[in-house]
């Protein structure tokens, strides 16, 4: 069976890795792979699908770094996300509707969604807080959401 994950994540390495400024390199590289690693652990502690979730996470901001442009990027990024999925057939169409309907919504931190779309709106907010948990998190719904995981995760 072929392992998806690193098809998608060559793939993904072969667009990031044109980047020529350094800091947006390893900005992409840290926070794709970071929310890819974290939407894997919350799949894994909520039984979900763990492969999918690690997969959304390497795509959710993938447009914004191929494409230097962050504005919609949920909404681009989503019409994105299904083209590459398309392009490399590793996925079925309804998991490639799980993961842009997740992608598209991955900036509304307020809103309930789904619960596969919820592991990649948590993960986009932990992944930044364990960066560097000294900086403050100034959106209400992130701060909200922290607390969340942490009691989710008994790091009280």
């Avoid at 494409?67 to 998991?95: F, Q, R, V, Y």
């Avoid at 307020?110 to 907010?125: C, G, M, N, Q, W």
Wanted: proline share 1%.
């Amino acid at each position: 069976m072929e392992n998806r994950i690193e098809i998608l994540r060559e793939h993904i390495n072969d667009t990031i890795s044109k980047i020529k400024d350094q800091v947006k390199l390893r900005t992409a590289y840290t926070h794709l792979y970071g929310v890819s690693q974290s939407c894997a652990l919350i799949a894994l502690k909520r039984n979900q699908n763990v492969e999918l979730a690690t997969m959304t996470g390497l795509l959710h901001d993938f447009y914004t770094y191929k494409m230097n442009d962050s504005e919609d990027h949920a909404e681009k990024g989503a019409i994105l996300a299904k083209e590459t999925l398309d392009l490399l057939k590793i996925t079925n169409k309804e998991e490639t509707e799980l993961i842009c309907n997740a992608i598209f919504v991955h900036t509304d931190k307020k809103s309930r969604h789904s619960d596969f779309s919820e592991i990649l709106v948590d993960a986009d907010t932990l992944q930044p807080y364990l960066y560097n948990i000294n900086l403050p998190q100034n959106d209400q719904y992130r701060r909200e959401r922290i607390k969340k995981l942490k009691i989710e995760f008994g790091l009280n």
